[in-house]
């Protein structure tokens, strides 16, 4: 058995792979749609998963564009205030849970393996599934807008009693699709804790990870930690609604507050598990483009796993005005300001990278340095939300929109983005059209700055959100960010349009299309053959 296991570690370097795969003819996938439906690929299942994403995001968009059109002016214009509501909800949840974190694992079900020097995920048909049964999920969803009384209507985070004495019927579709969506999700971690921890190439210890398979990682053992909470937090909606319990309902010995402390539970590692994996983009990306290596690699770990933790310690810092006691509210404050500190590491580390860098700024260096920026904008906002006292002002105001959107949006998407434009080349074998996708960026970083940052001004000056009608103090700054949401929804489509285009040709891309790029996915031809690495390659 020893003999063997020398046999396969004494393979060729990794540079060595492109010409090994040079005869991978009886390889090549297989043809027609049976290829996708019954795919156990890494590589077909993370396009499918990327695929679907962006549907979901032009979908999730698209509501928001019905939501920024309700608002371009005081009163009710197009919208009854009940869709108008429906709209905000499934906004939420398809961006969330069908834009954000699908995207990312098809990121990681296409890059994992490439990375570590892996043939494939360590569990394929299981892979299938997971992705498989998101469509219907979503479906479901979605269809519950057409049913008599309409979709879900009480916010994305569902609050009690909204969406149990006041929800139309359509919760029961809305319970059962998040059911759904949390079994894919907690297949895909799986998934990636099994193949990074037992797949790695001969040589590749713990601290030569990438730093994107570390923030997966971790990403992985949050999502299994805290998708459990959140389906429980749906099954007491559910038998509260129609079952007769009375888990968050006071006139039977429940409690409403109790349904926020668990949302909170997984909401909170929740948004980390839509950022984290930004992280190990951006960590990837800024030391390509700046020629050299990643400044504090090992302090980029413990912070990734310092975060992860701490993300379990600050879920009420959403409850300050539920009326907790101030010793909890002190706990809470200073949790959630100690949290800024390994994400600070973070942003000194990006920033300590492209210090005295050989800097060039192609497209995936723009949305890298443009995330830096707005990110961090995000964060101090947060820091702002996390002082209990103004707090008060702030809460359930726009302030808070303009928060979350600038580390949702700024944040995760122009990391995945970042990330699309980075790895098209590995992908597809071709090169992006450069103009278009500076034009995409440009396009998108004025527009969403247009939109977002006016509303932290509405929020200060008290403007609450999820509502459909407004004071008319309001109507000009309002009317500055619907402009500004209309032009990012429709920068979108120049991205569709790159992406489309790449696909269909192009120049060639080698396998190593940016000078600083470094990594095992990069001694692959591109486009990256149907099988990676069948024989694991030897890290020196």
């Known amino acids: 058995m020893n003999t063997l296991t020398r046999e396969l570690n004494s393979v060729a370097e990794p540079v060595d792979q492109t010409q090994l795969h040079e005869e991978d003819h009886h390889h090549q996938a297989p043809k027609g749609i049976w290829r996708w439906l019954l795919t156990t690929n890494h590589k077909d299942i993370g396009t499918l998963y990327l695929w679907f994403s962006f549907i979901m995001f032009l979908t999730g968009g698209t509501m928001a564009m019905v939501i920024r059109a309700e608002l371009f002016q005081p009163g009710l214009q197009l919208l009854e205030p009940n869709f108008f509501n429906q709209m905000t909800t499934v906004h939420g949840l398809v ?60 916010g994305w985070t569902f609050y009690a009693p909204l969406s149990t004495s006041f929800s139309p019927d359509s919760t029961a579709l809305f319970v059962f699709s998040i059911h759904i969506m949390g079994i894919s999700s907690i297949m895909g971690a799986i998934n990636v804790i099994v193949t990074i921890v037992n797949l790695r190439a001969p040589g590749m210890n713990w601290m030569k990870l990438p730093l994107f398979v570390w923030t997966w990682l971790i990403t992985a053992f949050l999502l299994i930690a805290v998708m459990p909470v959140l389906a429980g937090a749906v099954t007491m909606v559910l038998t509260d609604k129609f079952f007769g319990t009375s888990f968050f309902e006071a006139a039977g010995g429940g409690d409403p507050v109790m349904f926020q402390h668990i949302f909170w539970f997984f909401g909170h590692p929740e948004v980390y598990i839509m950022i984290l994996p930004s992280f190990g983009i951006i960590s990837a990306i800024v030391p390509t483009f700046s020629r050299k290596k990643l400044f504090g690699y090992s302090s980029m770990v413990y912070a990734t796993a310092s975060i992860a933790i701490l993300s379990f310690l600050v879920w009420a810092h959403h409850m300050f005005t539920t009326g907790m006691p101030v010793f909890a509210e002190l706990f809470f404050m200073y949790c959630t300001m100690l949290i800024a500190v390994p994400t600070g590491v973070k942003v000194f580390n990006w920033v300590t990278t492209m210090w005295r860098g050989s800097i060039s700024f192609e497209t995936p260096m723009l949305f890298a340095v443009a995330f830096i920026i707005l990110f961090t904008i995000g964060g101090f906002s947060g820091l702002m939300l996390a002082i209990t006292p103004a707090d008060f002002q702030y809460h359930d105001t726009y302030f808070v929109v303009a928060h979350f959107h600038y580390v949702l949006v700024t944040g995760a998407i122009f990391s995945i983005m970042a990330a699309a434009y980075y790895w098209l080349p590995k992908w597809t074998g071709h090169m992006y059209d450069e103009r278009l996708g500076r034009i995409h960026f440009w396009c998108s970083v004025i527009s969403v700055n247009v939109l977002f940052f006016p509303m932290h001004f509405l929020g200060l000056a008290g403007m609450p959100r999820r509502i459909p009608d407004y004071a008319i103090q309001f109507a000009d700054v309002n009317q500055i960010v619907s402009i500004g949401g209309f032009a990012f929804g429709l920068s979108q489509l120049i991205f569709l349009a790159v992406v489309l285009k790449c696909i269909r040709g192009g120049e060639k891309a080698p396998a190593k299309p940016w000078e600083g790029a470094d990594g095992l996915e990069w001694t692959l031809p591109s486009p990256a053959p149907y099988h990676s690495f069948s024989t694991p390659p030897e890290i020196k």
Do not use: K, Q
């Open 95 to 154: 961006m969330v849970f069908g834009a954000v974190m699908p995207a990312f694992t098809g990121l990681a079900n296409w890059l994992i393996p490439m990375m570590i020097g892996a043939p494939d995920m360590a569990l394929p048909r299981m892979n299938n599934w997971s992705f498989w049964i998101l469509p219907f999920a979503f479906t479901i969803l979605l269809s519950s807008l057409f049913m008599e009384g309409g979709g879900p209507n009480f």
